[in-house]
């Protein structure tokens, strides 16, 4: 069992920076995916990013080139900074983790809001 939370969400105008951070904590494989889900109201949630134990990224096309996702192995994190960020960021943003076997673990969400 993986165990995640989130930190560093928070209220922000339209063009400000956020930088979020997942601490996983428990049974943790060194070979896992780590990555950044969002859910806006009345929305489903959606990719953001995410990140391999050996680095390779993925991002979804709405927040190429304004958001960076890294991760610290030796200290069990991974952390996604907000750049330029747009009203409809606005949403609960889920780290999750998924291990060699398959399974998938989330936290229980930061809340972005983006003013305009």
């Known amino acids: 069992q993986v165990q995640l939370v989130e930190s560093g969400g928070g209220l922000v105008r339209a063009g400000g920076s956020l930088r979020l951070s997942c601490a996983a904590s428990g049974s943790i494989f060194s070979i896992n995916r780590m990555g950044w889900y969002r859910q806006a109201p009345g929305k489903q949630r959606e990719l953001v990013a995410d990140?391999?134990?050996?680095?390779?990224?993925n991002y979804a096309d709405l927040v190429k080139g304004r958001f960076t996702i890294s991760r610290d192995n030796a200290k069990n994190m991974v952390y996604l900074q907000m750049n330029s960020l747009k009203p409809e960021d606005t949403a609960v943003y889920y780290c999750?983790?998924?291990?060699?076997?398959?399974?998938?673990?989330w936290g229980r969400g930061t809340q972005v809001t983006v003013s305009s």
């Open positions: 990140i391999t134990s050996e680095g390779r990224t």
């Open positions: 999750k983790e998924v291990n060699a076997l398959g399974a998938a673990s």
